[in-house]
């Protein structure tokens, strides 16, 4: 069973930069792949990116790219996602998420808590 802690979220203002990170715990990191999620108030909870286990490939949704780059270290079971030129509908609670595998084609099998982010206008 994996472990998930997010952290860094936060009040940042339009056009500002945030970094989440994600420290994993339970099973060999290096063996499955990671993802990050997030729901806003009213939406349902949409996939922002995903790394596959040796970081060689990733995943962003297209309201994301060129904005967001997720990352993983496989010796310090972290993954982060920073966030660049934010926007009002960034404004999110955001998950890590586990994959029961290297690649991140299925549903994650684990989610963290979530942690706040608000990007004010």
């Known amino acids: 069973q994996v472990q998930l802690q997010e952290s860094g979220g936060g009040l940042v203002q339009a056009g500002g930069s945030l970094r989440l990170s994600c420290a994993a715990s339970g099973r060999t990191f290096s063996t499955y792949a990671m993802g990050w999620f997030r729901q806003a108030p009213g939406k349902e909870r949409e996939r922002v990116a995903a790394i596959s286990w040796s970081g060689r490939s990733t995943y962003y949704a297209d309201s994301v790219k060129g904005r967001f780059t997720i990352s993983r270290d496989n010796a310090k079971n972290t993954v982060s996602l920073q966030m660049n030129s934010l926007k009002p509908e960034d404004t999110a609670v955001y998950y890590c998420?586990?994959?029961?595998?290297?690649?991140?084609?299925?549903?994650?099998?684990?989610w963290g808590k979530g942690t706040l982010v608000t990007v004010s206008s």
């Open positions: 998420a586990a994959y029961d595998t290297k690649w991140y084609d299925l549903a994650p099998s684990a």
